[in-house]
């Protein structure tokens, strides 16, 4: 499975951007998908996850009410629309998803910077 993110640039705070990870399977063979992201000299975290048999949605205490994840099925495309970013939503963002095998892929990440 490929996966590959784009959307990310710069953008100031309280602005929004939104990402898009289109992936080289169908949406029926994933279990999930995800973003996850990873700032400088932080570990990688999970920012939002979107369960595609109950379409149930995770998000990070950090970006409840301001991300908000979605899928294309037609497209096999992920969204994660960001709203009211603030300066600590800057990191590299990466996709990712499980399939029904339990195989994990990552995608190549995508910078976000919130700054004015």
């Known amino acids: 499975v490929q996966l590959q993110a784009f959307g990310g640039g710069l953008v100031q705070p309280g602005g929004s951007l939104r990402l898009s990870c289109a992936a080289s399977?169908?949406?029926?063979?994933?279990?999930?998908m995800g973003w996850y992201r990873q700032a400088p000299g932080k570990e990688r975290e999970l920012v939002a996850r979107?369960?595609?048999?109950?379409?149930?949605?995770y998000y990070a205490d950090s970006v409840k009410g301001r991300f908000t994840i979605s899928k294309d099925n037609a497209k096999n495309t992920l969204y994660l629309q960001m709203a009211s970013l603030i300066p600590q939503d800057t990191a590299t963002y990466y996709c990712?998803?499980?399939?029904?095998?339990?195989?994990?892929?990552w995608g190549k990440g995508t910078l976000v910077t919130v700054s004015s």
């Open positions: 990712h998803t499980q399939i029904t095998t339990g195989m994990n892929f």
């Open positions: 399977t169908r949406t029926s063979s994933i279990r999930y």
């Open positions: 979107l369960y595609t048999d109950s379409d149930t949605e």
